[in-house]
């Protein structure tokens, strides 16, 4: 019954694959959701993880949460050093980890910041060392493999996040590379605070120049520099929207939780992960009624085929499991077709999205959802051959070979 099921979808080969195809493309949509989202909450979590609260400028929080943590959008901008000493002295804090941000190397964030960053994230220099004086850089994994950067390599940054202007006169030297972690450092360059105050302002190493300094002056030049941003770590999280309230009740300052941020996010995808879903079912309820047509249309010109087959000594249920296993051989092959390009098309947006945003996507990774959707997908190819093996099976041979 398998061969001559098989015989019989090989005499109608467009057809055929026309129901194929159109299984396949059900599949591989709901399979790149399924990838893509699970994939993509994942790494936002885990680059978010540890992180309760990101202060910075005035703005919007989730573009405060976009630039501090993922490093994946313009800052929101600036906020003085007497501004941001509330959060880096609060008895509240265990752990506020100063940013400060606005240059970029071959599309990948430079971050000046303490080596406190690396233990947000449990991260070490498996290469060198950690950076000491100023323009000294640590870089990430991904971007040492990248660029093919080693110790001792210098390279140049460039100001802004489009990177059009290069500081040429500024060279930075990589003095580390940190090892993998899976989290958003291995597409950082890290480096001193001061060496992203030295690149901005050309009067930064004047003041730095050896002479005697009056303590009085260099304490208000220090208020009146500028970071970017800060993640904190508190000593209790679930009071995290009580001092966020009292953080923007500062002036110039603005506290976002990533965790809420996050939230709201998910909120905003989910709308088009819905509209996918019901797209990849619509695509499947096609499928099933291709292949219903198919099979029935098959069924009518085949009917003298099962009388011959009656009269051979093939019994009802034979007859009817040969419709089935031909409904089940095509749910197959769209199954599996619609898997590899499902996979295949997660590989390739997430190598461009590499390459764009820096998020990475594999189409390596197989969930158990898959395996549901594979067995959906196969139950709907039995279910659309049932009423024509029904019709097969109750058809009367006598009858049927009369008409000739």
């Known amino acids: 019954m398998f061969a001559l099921s098989l015989s019989y979808l090989r005499r109608r080969p467009l057809t055929a694959a026309l129901n194929v195809v159109l299984m396949a493309l059900g599949v591989a949509t709901i399979v790149v959701l399924l990838l893509a989202s699970r994939q993509l909450e994942e790494r936002l979590e885990r680059d978010a993880a540890g992180i309760d609260l990101v202060v910075g400028a005035k703005g919007s929080p989730l573009q405060l949460v976009l630039s501090a943590v993922y490093h994946l959008d313009a800052p929101t901008g600036n906020v003085r050093m007497k501004d941001a000493r509330f959060v880096l002295e609060s008895k509240a804090v265990r752990r506020a980890v100063p940013m400060a941000l606005g240059d970029t190397y071959a599309g990948h964030a430079i971050v000046g910041t303490t080596p406190a960053y690396l233990d947000l994230y449990g991260a070490t220099v498996n290469d060198g060392r950690l950076w000491e004086g100023v323009r000294e850089a640590v870089?990430?994994?991904?971007?040492?493999?990248?660029?093919?950067?080693?110790?001792?390599?210098?390279?140049?940054?460039?100001?802004?996040?489009?990177?059009?202007?290069?500081?040429?006169?500024?060279?930075?030297?990589?003095?580390?590379?940190?090892?993998?972690?899976?989290?958003?450092?291995?597409?950082?360059?890290?480096?001193?605070?001061?060496?992203?105050?030295?690149?901005?302002?050309?009067?930064?190493?004047?003041?730095?120049?050896?002479?005697?300094?009056?303590?009085?002056?260099?304490?208000?030049?220090?208020?009146?520099?500028?970071?970017?941003?800060?993640?904190?770590?508190?000593?209790?999280p679930a009071a995290g929207y009580l001092f966020a309230r009292t953080v923007d009740g500062i002036e110039n300052l603005k506290a976002a939780q990533p965790a809420f941020e996050l939230a709201r996010l998910f909120r905003l995808f989910g709308v088009g992960a819905q509209a996918l879903q019901v797209f990849g079912a619509v695509l499947l309820a096609t499928a099933l009624l291709s292949l219903f047509v198919t099979l029935y249309s098959a069924l009518e010109d085949r009917r003298y085929d099962v009388a011959m087959l009656r009269t051979l000594g093939a019994s009802r249920s034979a007859v009817f499991r040969s419709l089935v296993i031909e409904g089940l051989l095509l749910a197959a092959m769209g199954v599996g077709l619609g898997l590899l390009l499902g996979h295949a098309a997660v590989e390739v947006a997430g190598r461009a999205?590499?390459?764009?945003?820096?998020?990475r996507l594999t189409g390596a990774q197989f969930l158990p959802a898959e395996a549901l959707l594979a067995l959906a997908a196969l139950a709907v190819g039995v279910l659309a051959a049932l009423l024509p093996a029904w019709r097969a099976y109750r058809s009367d041979v006598a009858a049927t070979l009369a008409e000739g």
């Open 353 to 359: 999205m590499a390459q764009a945003q820096g998020l």
């Open 139 to 236: 870089v990430g994994a991904d971007v040492a493999q990248e660029q093919r950067l080693a110790v001792g390599r210098t390279f140049v940054s460039a100001h802004g996040v489009g990177g059009v202007t290069s500081h040429t006169d500024a060279p930075m030297t990589v003095v580390g590379i940190m090892g993998k972690t899976g989290t958003v450092l291995d597409r950082l360059v890290l480096t001193s605070i001061e060496t992203v105050w030295a690149n901005h302002d050309h009067d930064y190493g004047a003041a730095d120049d050896g002479a005697a300094h009056d303590p009085h002056l260099d304490s208000l030049r220090m208020a009146e520099r500028e970071i970017t941003a800060i993640v904190v770590q508190l000593k209790n």
